[in-house]
Protein backbone atom coordinates (compact mmCIF):
# COMPACT_ATOMS: atom_id res chain seq x y z
CA UNK A 1 0.00 0.00 0.00
CA UNK A 2 1.30 3.67 -0.93
CA UNK A 3 -0.02 6.90 -0.25
CA UNK A 4 0.87 9.37 -2.51
CA UNK A 5 0.23 13.29 -1.58
CA UNK A 6 0.17 16.39 -4.34
CA UNK A 7 -0.54 19.85 -3.91
CA UNK A 8 1.73 21.94 -1.53
CA UNK A 9 3.53 24.50 -2.46
CA UNK A 10 4.13 27.95 -1.71
CA UNK A 11 1.12 30.46 -0.93
CA UNK A 12 1.01 34.60 0.35
CA UNK A 13 -1.13 34.55 3.86
CA UNK A 14 -4.79 34.76 3.14
CA UNK A 15 -4.58 32.73 -0.18
CA UNK A 16 -5.78 29.26 -0.62
CA UNK A 17 -4.32 25.51 -1.68
CA UNK A 18 -5.80 22.19 -2.31
CA UNK A 19 -3.72 19.07 -0.98
CA UNK A 20 -4.91 15.44 -2.60
CA UNK A 21 -3.63 12.35 -1.30
CA UNK A 22 -4.43 8.57 -3.11
CA UNK A 23 -4.08 5.35 -1.71
CA UNK A 24 -3.10 2.71 -3.99
CA UNK A 25 -2.30 -1.03 -3.93
CA UNK A 26 -3.57 -4.01 -1.88
CA UNK A 27 -6.80 -2.10 -0.38
CA UNK A 28 -10.54 -3.51 1.00
CA UNK A 29 -11.38 -0.78 2.58
CA UNK A 30 -10.04 2.27 4.17
CA UNK A 31 -11.31 3.41 7.41
CA UNK A 32 -10.41 6.77 8.17
CA UNK A 33 -8.13 9.51 6.40
CA UNK A 34 -6.42 12.27 7.58
CA UNK A 35 -4.03 15.21 7.19
CA UNK A 36 -1.40 15.64 9.86
CA UNK A 37 0.96 18.39 10.05
CA UNK A 38 4.69 19.09 11.51
CA UNK A 39 6.08 22.75 11.74
CA UNK A 40 9.87 23.20 12.44
CA UNK A 41 10.61 22.40 16.07
CA UNK A 42 7.08 21.28 16.65
CA UNK A 43 5.37 17.71 17.23
CA UNK A 44 3.77 16.67 14.34
CA UNK A 45 -0.46 17.08 14.79
CA UNK A 46 -3.60 16.31 13.48
CA UNK A 47 -4.98 18.76 11.19
CA UNK A 48 -8.34 16.98 9.93
CA UNK A 49 -9.64 13.88 9.28
CA UNK A 50 -12.58 11.97 8.03
CA UNK A 51 -14.34 8.30 7.99
CA UNK A 52 -15.79 6.49 5.58
CA UNK A 53 -19.09 7.42 6.60
CA UNK A 54 -17.90 10.94 6.08
CA UNK A 55 -18.09 12.32 9.53
CA UNK A 56 -15.53 14.58 10.43
CA UNK A 57 -12.83 15.98 12.76
CA UNK A 58 -10.81 19.52 12.56
CA UNK A 59 -7.87 20.78 15.19
CA UNK A 60 -9.49 24.14 16.12
CA UNK A 61 -6.57 25.90 14.75
CA UNK A 62 -7.95 25.13 10.87
CA UNK A 63 -11.87 25.34 11.96
CA UNK A 64 -13.66 27.08 9.64
CA UNK A 65 -11.00 27.51 6.91
CA UNK A 66 -9.68 24.20 5.73
CA UNK A 67 -12.13 21.48 4.26
CA UNK A 68 -11.65 17.87 4.27
CA UNK A 69 -13.08 15.25 1.68
CA UNK A 70 -12.92 11.91 0.56
CA UNK A 71 -13.65 9.95 -2.39
CA UNK A 72 -14.08 6.34 -1.19
CA UNK A 73 -14.35 4.58 -5.08
CA UNK A 74 -10.98 6.08 -5.49
CA UNK A 75 -9.50 6.07 -2.13
CA UNK A 76 -8.72 9.38 -1.98
CA UNK A 77 -8.50 12.29 0.77
CA UNK A 78 -8.35 16.30 0.09
CA UNK A 79 -8.01 19.08 2.34
CA UNK A 80 -8.94 22.78 0.91
CA UNK A 81 -7.15 25.30 2.69
CA UNK A 82 -8.46 29.25 2.59
CA UNK A 83 -7.18 32.17 4.40
CA UNK A 84 -4.29 30.24 5.08
CA UNK A 85 -1.92 31.91 7.92
CA UNK A 86 1.94 31.69 8.35
CA UNK A 87 0.91 29.37 11.41
CA UNK A 88 -0.04 26.76 9.08
CA UNK A 89 3.41 26.24 7.40
CA UNK A 90 4.46 22.59 7.95
CA UNK A 91 4.61 19.78 6.09
CA UNK A 92 1.37 18.07 5.37
CA UNK A 93 1.24 14.43 6.00
CA UNK A 94 -1.53 12.12 4.45
CA UNK A 95 -2.22 8.72 6.71
CA UNK A 96 -5.02 6.42 6.02
CA UNK A 97 -6.58 3.95 8.66
CA UNK A 98 -6.54 0.51 6.04
CA UNK A 99 -7.97 -2.91 5.86
CA UNK A 100 -5.83 -5.01 3.35
CA UNK A 101 -8.26 -8.12 3.15
CA UNK A 102 -11.97 -8.96 3.64
CA UNK A 103 -10.00 -12.09 5.11
CA UNK A 104 -9.61 -10.87 9.02
CA UNK A 105 -10.26 -7.37 10.67
CA UNK A 106 -6.82 -5.84 11.20
CA UNK A 107 -6.50 -2.21 10.35
CA UNK A 108 -3.18 -0.83 9.18
CA UNK A 109 -1.87 2.95 9.49
CA UNK A 110 0.07 4.17 6.43
CA UNK A 111 1.47 7.84 5.77
CA UNK A 112 2.60 9.57 3.27
CA UNK A 113 5.55 10.84 2.51
CA UNK A 114 4.76 14.56 3.28
CA UNK A 115 4.28 17.75 0.96
CA UNK A 116 5.49 21.43 2.16
CA UNK A 117 3.19 24.36 2.70
CA UNK A 118 4.65 27.16 2.97
CA UNK A 119 2.48 30.65 3.83
CA UNK A 120 4.63 34.14 3.24
CA UNK A 121 3.22 37.15 5.64
Known amino acids: VQLQASGGGLVQAGGSLRLSCAAS????????MGWYRQAPGKERELVAD???????NYADSVKGRFTISRDNAKNTVSLQMNNLKPEDTAVYYC????????????????WGPGTLVTVSS
Open 50 to 56: ITSAGST
Open 25 to 32: GSIFSINV
Open 95 to 110: NASIRKTSARYTLEDY
